[in-house]
Protein backbone atom coordinates (compact mmCIF):
# COMPACT_ATOMS: atom_id res chain seq x y z
CA UNK A 1 0.00 0.00 0.00
CA UNK A 2 1.34 3.74 -0.63
CA UNK A 3 2.45 5.71 2.13
CA UNK A 4 0.40 8.40 3.25
CA UNK A 5 2.05 11.35 4.42
CA UNK A 6 -0.13 14.30 6.90
CA UNK A 7 0.68 17.51 5.01
CA UNK A 8 -1.72 19.85 7.87
CA UNK A 9 -4.23 19.36 9.36
CA UNK A 10 -7.58 18.53 7.33
CA UNK A 11 -5.11 17.01 4.68
CA UNK A 12 -3.64 13.77 3.78
CA UNK A 13 -1.12 13.31 0.75
CA UNK A 14 0.14 9.90 -0.93
CA UNK A 15 2.85 10.45 -3.19
CA UNK A 16 1.93 9.64 -6.93
CA UNK A 17 4.81 6.84 -8.06
CA UNK A 18 4.24 7.81 -12.24
CA UNK A 19 4.81 11.00 -11.52
CA UNK A 20 8.33 10.09 -9.69
CA UNK A 21 7.31 12.29 -6.88
CA UNK A 22 10.45 12.60 -3.90
CA UNK A 23 10.19 15.39 -1.95
CA UNK A 24 12.92 17.08 0.32
CA UNK A 25 12.23 17.11 3.61
CA UNK A 26 15.21 17.32 5.65
CA UNK A 27 15.77 20.77 6.49
CA UNK A 28 19.57 20.65 6.53
CA UNK A 29 19.92 19.98 2.30
CA UNK A 30 17.26 22.80 1.95
CA UNK A 31 19.48 25.19 3.39
CA UNK A 32 22.46 23.71 1.08
CA UNK A 33 20.55 23.77 -1.52
CA UNK A 34 19.17 27.25 -1.23
CA UNK A 35 22.37 28.58 -0.02
CA UNK A 36 24.47 26.73 -2.96
CA UNK A 37 22.06 28.70 -5.49
CA UNK A 38 23.48 32.17 -4.95
CA UNK A 39 20.14 33.71 -5.75
CA UNK A 40 19.56 37.78 -4.44
CA UNK A 41 16.58 40.14 -3.63
CA UNK A 42 17.03 41.01 -7.68
CA UNK A 43 16.50 37.30 -9.45
CA UNK A 44 13.38 36.37 -10.66
CA UNK A 45 13.31 32.74 -10.34
CA UNK A 46 11.60 29.74 -12.21
CA UNK A 47 11.25 26.58 -9.71
CA UNK A 48 10.16 23.12 -11.45
CA UNK A 49 8.18 20.54 -9.60
CA UNK A 50 7.37 22.95 -6.57
CA UNK A 51 6.06 19.65 -4.52
CA UNK A 52 5.75 20.44 -0.96
CA UNK A 53 7.16 24.02 -1.38
CA UNK A 54 10.12 22.97 0.45
CA UNK A 55 12.10 25.38 -1.83
CA UNK A 56 9.29 27.70 -2.86
CA UNK A 57 8.65 29.61 0.26
CA UNK A 58 12.51 29.86 1.68
CA UNK A 59 12.99 31.26 -1.57
CA UNK A 60 10.22 33.76 -1.44
CA UNK A 61 12.10 35.31 0.97
CA UNK A 62 15.08 35.82 -0.84
CA UNK A 63 14.45 36.76 -4.45
CA UNK A 64 11.91 39.39 -5.99
CA UNK A 65 9.77 36.99 -7.69
CA UNK A 66 9.23 32.73 -8.22
CA UNK A 67 7.40 31.41 -10.54
CA UNK A 68 6.46 27.88 -9.37
CA UNK A 69 5.25 24.82 -11.79
CA UNK A 70 3.93 21.76 -10.41
CA UNK A 71 1.90 19.12 -12.72
CA UNK A 72 -0.23 18.05 -9.89
CA UNK A 73 -3.23 19.76 -9.32
CA UNK A 74 -3.81 18.63 -5.64
CA UNK A 75 -0.24 19.81 -4.43
CA UNK A 76 -0.87 23.53 -6.38
CA UNK A 77 -3.90 23.58 -4.70
CA UNK A 78 -2.10 23.12 -1.27
CA UNK A 79 0.13 25.51 -2.23
CA UNK A 80 -2.20 28.02 -3.17
CA UNK A 81 -4.42 27.84 -0.34
CA UNK A 82 -0.93 28.15 1.95
CA UNK A 83 0.37 31.34 -0.28
CA UNK A 84 -3.20 32.77 0.16
CA UNK A 85 -3.41 32.20 3.68
CA UNK A 86 0.46 33.42 4.41
CA UNK A 87 -0.34 36.79 1.90
CA UNK A 88 2.59 35.68 0.13
CA UNK A 89 2.91 38.13 -3.09
CA UNK A 90 5.86 37.44 -5.05
CA UNK A 91 5.10 33.59 -5.95
CA UNK A 92 3.15 33.12 -9.09
CA UNK A 93 1.69 29.06 -9.27
CA UNK A 94 1.18 27.27 -12.35
CA UNK A 95 -0.26 23.87 -12.32
CA UNK A 96 1.32 22.41 -15.57
CA UNK A 97 3.74 20.09 -17.20
CA UNK A 98 7.40 21.98 -17.65
CA UNK A 99 7.68 19.61 -20.65
CA UNK A 100 4.58 20.92 -22.13
CA UNK A 101 4.79 24.59 -21.17
CA UNK A 102 5.79 27.20 -23.00
CA UNK A 103 8.69 29.08 -21.00
CA UNK A 104 8.63 32.17 -22.86
CA UNK A 105 5.21 32.55 -22.83
CA UNK A 106 4.86 31.77 -18.91
CA UNK A 107 7.51 34.37 -17.94
CA UNK A 108 6.14 37.25 -20.19
CA UNK A 109 7.98 40.21 -21.57
CA UNK A 110 11.03 40.20 -19.58
CA UNK A 111 13.99 41.09 -20.74
CA UNK A 112 15.92 39.80 -17.66
CA UNK A 113 17.19 36.46 -17.94
CA UNK A 114 15.77 34.23 -15.69
CA UNK A 115 17.21 31.41 -12.99
CA UNK A 116 15.65 27.82 -12.70
CA UNK A 117 16.01 25.58 -9.45
CA UNK A 118 14.36 22.19 -9.15
CA UNK A 119 14.37 18.88 -7.49
CA UNK A 120 13.33 17.34 -10.87
CA UNK A 121 11.34 13.84 -11.21
CA UNK A 122 14.10 11.47 -12.14
CA UNK A 123 11.91 9.99 -15.30
CA UNK A 124 12.03 14.03 -16.78
CA UNK A 125 16.11 14.44 -16.56
CA UNK A 126 17.04 14.01 -20.08
CA UNK A 127 14.43 15.44 -21.66
CA UNK A 128 13.98 18.90 -19.16
CA UNK A 129 18.07 19.24 -19.75
CA UNK A 130 17.38 19.52 -23.80
CA UNK A 131 14.52 21.72 -23.24
CA UNK A 132 16.60 23.82 -21.10
CA UNK A 133 19.73 24.13 -23.27
CA UNK A 134 16.96 25.06 -26.40
CA UNK A 135 16.20 27.69 -24.19
CA UNK A 136 19.37 28.93 -22.97
CA UNK A 137 19.36 32.62 -24.15
CA UNK A 138 16.62 33.41 -21.53
CA UNK A 139 18.39 31.05 -19.00
CA UNK A 140 21.11 32.61 -16.84
CA UNK A 141 21.50 29.72 -14.85
CA UNK A 142 20.36 26.55 -13.10
CA UNK A 143 20.77 24.70 -9.98
CA UNK A 144 18.93 21.43 -10.60
CA UNK A 145 18.75 17.80 -8.36
CA UNK A 146 19.26 14.98 -10.57
CA UNK A 147 19.91 11.52 -10.08
CA UNK A 148 22.69 10.32 -8.35
CA UNK A 149 24.43 8.25 -11.81
CA UNK A 150 23.05 11.13 -14.12
CA UNK A 151 24.26 13.75 -12.29
CA UNK A 152 27.93 11.68 -13.10
CA UNK A 153 27.29 11.21 -16.48
CA UNK A 154 26.53 15.29 -16.93
CA UNK A 155 30.03 16.39 -14.84
CA UNK A 156 32.44 13.10 -16.41
CA UNK A 157 35.54 13.19 -17.76
CA UNK A 158 36.77 11.76 -21.08
CA UNK A 159 38.09 8.29 -20.85
CA UNK A 160 35.43 7.35 -18.26
CA UNK A 161 32.75 4.95 -18.23
CA UNK A 162 29.92 7.50 -17.41
CA UNK A 163 31.34 10.04 -20.53
CA UNK A 164 28.90 9.70 -23.34
CA UNK A 165 27.15 12.06 -25.45
CA UNK A 166 25.31 14.37 -23.07
CA UNK A 167 28.28 14.78 -21.39
CA UNK A 168 29.92 16.66 -24.03
CA UNK A 169 26.46 18.94 -25.28
CA UNK A 170 25.40 20.01 -22.23
CA UNK A 171 28.70 21.19 -21.03
CA UNK A 172 29.54 22.54 -24.52
CA UNK A 173 26.03 24.72 -23.82
CA UNK A 174 27.03 25.32 -19.76
CA UNK A 175 29.97 25.12 -17.06
CA UNK A 176 28.85 22.34 -14.90
CA UNK A 177 29.53 22.88 -10.94
CA UNK A 178 28.64 19.74 -8.16
CA UNK A 179 27.21 21.67 -5.48
CA UNK A 180 26.40 18.88 -3.20
CA UNK A 181 25.28 14.92 -3.17
CA UNK A 182 21.98 14.77 -1.36
CA UNK A 183 21.22 10.97 0.36
CA UNK A 184 18.15 8.80 -0.09
CA UNK A 185 17.03 9.54 3.41
CA UNK A 186 17.05 13.44 2.79
CA UNK A 187 13.77 12.55 0.59
CA UNK A 188 10.02 11.49 1.14
CA UNK A 189 9.11 9.01 -0.12
CA UNK A 190 12.74 7.74 -0.05
CA UNK A 191 14.03 6.99 -3.51
CA UNK A 192 16.46 3.72 -4.20
CA UNK A 193 19.23 5.80 -5.48
CA UNK A 194 21.10 9.23 -4.38
CA UNK A 195 20.66 12.64 -6.05
CA UNK A 196 23.21 15.13 -6.71
CA UNK A 197 22.64 19.13 -7.23
CA UNK A 198 24.03 20.19 -10.42
CA UNK A 199 24.46 24.12 -11.17
CA UNK A 200 24.51 24.90 -14.89
CA UNK A 201 25.87 28.45 -16.29
CA UNK A 202 24.63 29.12 -19.23
CA UNK A 203 26.52 32.41 -19.65
CA UNK A 204 30.26 30.13 -19.23
CA UNK A 205 29.67 28.39 -21.95
CA UNK A 206 32.69 26.23 -23.55
CA UNK A 207 34.25 29.14 -25.28
CA UNK A 208 34.94 27.91 -28.71
CA UNK A 209 31.93 27.39 -30.52
CA UNK A 210 30.95 25.38 -33.36
CA UNK A 211 30.11 26.86 -37.09
CA UNK A 212 27.05 24.46 -37.49
CA UNK A 213 26.02 23.35 -33.83
CA UNK A 214 22.93 21.19 -35.49
CA UNK A 215 25.75 19.62 -37.12
CA UNK A 216 27.87 19.35 -34.12
CA UNK A 217 25.10 17.77 -31.90
CA UNK A 218 24.73 15.03 -34.84
CA UNK A 219 28.30 14.04 -34.76
CA UNK A 220 28.10 13.47 -30.99
CA UNK A 221 24.85 11.76 -31.23
CA UNK A 222 26.58 9.97 -33.91
CA UNK A 223 29.72 9.04 -32.72
CA UNK A 224 28.17 8.17 -29.10
CA UNK A 225 25.54 5.41 -30.85
CA UNK A 226 27.25 2.68 -31.10
CA UNK A 227 29.53 2.71 -27.94
CA UNK A 228 31.55 -0.55 -28.28
CA UNK A 229 32.37 -0.03 -31.83
CA UNK A 230 35.51 2.52 -33.17
CA UNK A 231 34.45 5.74 -33.70
CA UNK A 232 35.08 5.30 -37.30
CA UNK A 233 32.43 2.88 -37.32
CA UNK A 234 30.24 4.70 -35.85
CA UNK A 235 30.48 7.74 -37.85
CA UNK A 236 30.39 5.49 -40.83
CA UNK A 237 27.01 3.72 -39.59
CA UNK A 238 25.56 7.33 -38.52
CA UNK A 239 26.84 10.18 -41.15
CA UNK A 240 25.22 9.22 -44.58
CA UNK A 241 26.01 12.11 -46.12
CA UNK A 242 29.96 11.41 -45.76
CA UNK A 243 31.95 9.10 -47.70
CA UNK A 244 34.55 6.38 -45.42
CA UNK A 245 37.73 8.43 -46.90
CA UNK A 246 35.91 12.01 -46.20
CA UNK A 247 35.36 10.82 -42.45
CA UNK A 248 38.42 9.16 -42.34
CA UNK A 249 40.44 12.21 -43.79
CA UNK A 250 38.31 14.35 -40.95
CA UNK A 251 39.91 12.16 -38.47
CA UNK A 252 43.50 12.53 -39.90
CA UNK A 253 43.07 16.24 -40.24
CA UNK A 254 42.13 16.12 -36.06
CA UNK A 255 44.91 13.73 -35.19
CA UNK A 256 42.31 11.32 -34.08
CA UNK A 257 43.40 7.69 -34.74
CA UNK A 258 40.74 5.63 -36.74
CA UNK A 259 40.78 3.04 -33.93
CA UNK A 260 39.87 5.57 -31.26
CA UNK A 261 36.61 5.30 -29.31
CA UNK A 262 34.07 8.13 -28.32
CA UNK A 263 34.55 8.53 -24.84
CA UNK A 264 38.08 9.06 -25.75
CA UNK A 265 37.51 12.75 -27.46
CA UNK A 266 36.82 15.88 -25.65
CA UNK A 267 34.58 18.82 -27.09
CA UNK A 268 37.63 20.91 -28.47
CA UNK A 269 38.05 16.80 -30.67
CA UNK A 270 34.75 16.73 -31.99
CA UNK A 271 34.15 20.89 -32.55
CA UNK A 272 37.54 19.89 -34.93
CA UNK A 273 35.90 16.92 -36.18
CA UNK A 274 32.74 19.33 -37.18
CA UNK A 275 34.53 21.26 -38.82
CA UNK A 276 36.37 19.10 -41.18
CA UNK A 277 33.41 17.37 -42.30
CA UNK A 278 31.61 20.36 -43.07
CA UNK A 279 34.82 21.56 -44.88
CA UNK A 280 34.43 18.24 -47.26
CA UNK A 281 31.00 18.65 -47.72
Same mark, same amino acid.
Given at each position: MAETKPIKRGYAFRPKKRLGQHFIKDKKTIHEIISGARFDRSDQVLEVGA????? &? #? =?? !????DKIIAIEKDSRLTDMLGRRISRENISNITLINDDILQSDLREILGSTEKKIKVIGNLPYNISSPFLEKLVKERSIVS??? +?? #?????? $? $????? =??? /?EYGGITVLTKYHACLSPLLEVSKEAFYPKPKVG %??????? #?? /? =??? /?????? !?????????????RRKTLFNSLKETLSSHSKEQILEAMGEC??? %?? $? /? !?? %? +????? #???? &? %? !?LTSLS
Open positions: GLGAL &T #F =PL !AGIVRAV +LM #FQLEFA $R $RLIAS =PGS /R %SMVLELD #FE /R =PHP /RRADDE !AKFKMIVKGAFAHAIE %SR $R /R !AE %S +LDIDD #FLCL &T %S !A
